[in-house]
């Protein structure tokens, strides 16, 4: 089965702290995402890559920053975590597909992330 | 800015009925997916319809795309109290790797 794997379900952190949140796949997928979820803003894409040491901005990347060194591992960094940052952070992986686009992504089951 | 955005907000059905999601976007896409949330996880990958396509089924799932309008509909037929859960579109805009999700709908199936 396809597996997604984020390293901490809960994280407590406090304001300046640097944070890593880890996203680990198992599908030899070439692209990976990190998005945040905060209750009626859905889902916003924070960064993304589609190759190993590749990444690009998505709509809310400013106070992020991510690290792809090998293909199975897309970390998001918090240089200096603020309140603002508190959220559920979920990764994710796809394949792709006919046209090079997504067709289906892959979910972690989310770290929900609070900054004090 | 979000690509999609799903319509109604929340959604409250008996068990048996059908129950309908919309989902607007703004720009053309190569193809549209439907994810599904339980509370507080991850989300799972129920459909995708391509931007060629006009209509799809899944077992009790019916998707429609018009593209011309730019949205499209998600049918849940016959519900079932597990299909309570959060409902979400997803869009690849034509040209990238961008998969941008909607708000959601929150659909709540009374037993």
């Known amino acids: 089965d396809v597996k997604v794997t984020q390293s901490s379900r809960y994280l407590v952190k406090r304001t300046g702290e640097k944070v890593f949140l880890e996203c680990v796949q198992d599908?030899?997928?070439?692209?990976m995402f990190w998005y945040r979820q905060d209750p009626g803003l859905g889902l916003r894409l924070i960064y993304f890559?589609?190759?190993?040491?590749?990444?690009e901005k998505g709509d809310i990347p400013e106070g992020y920053s991510v690290s792809r060194e090998k293909k199975e591992r897309f970390s998001l960094i918090l240089e200096s975590a603020s309140t603002n940052q508190t959220s559920m952070y979920l990764c994710?992986?796809?394949?792709?597909?006919?046209?090079?686009?997504?067709?289906?992504?892959?979910f972690g089951s989310g770290t929900q992330l609070s900054v004090l | 800015s979000q690509q999609g955005e799903e319509d109604p907000q929340a959604l409250s059905i008996q068990e048996g009925e059908n129950a309908t999601m919309n989902c607007s976007y703004k720009?053309?896409?190569?193809?549209l997916q439907w994810y599904r949330q339980n509370s507080g996880r991850g989300l799972v990958h129920l459909i995708l319809?391509?931007?060629?396509?006009r209509e799809k089924h899944s077992g009790r799932l019916r998707v429609t795309l018009d593209t011309s309008k730019k949205s499209s509909s998600l049918l849940i037929t016959a519900s079932r109290a597990a299909d309570t859960a959060s409902y979400f579109c997803?869009?690849?805009?034509?040209?990238?790797?961008?998969?941008?999700f909607g708000a959601g709908t929150r659909l709540f199936v009374k037993a």
């Open positions: 599908m030899d997928h070439e692209n």
């Open positions: 890559s589609y190759d190993v040491k590749m990444k």
């Open positions: 994710a992986s796809s394949l792709v597909g006919r046209g090079l686009t997504n067709e289906k992504l892959f």
């Open positions: 997803a869009t690849d805009a034509t040209g990238g790797f961008k998969t941008i």
């Open positions: 319809i391509r931007s060629n396509e």
């Open positions: 720009t053309s896409i190569n193809n």
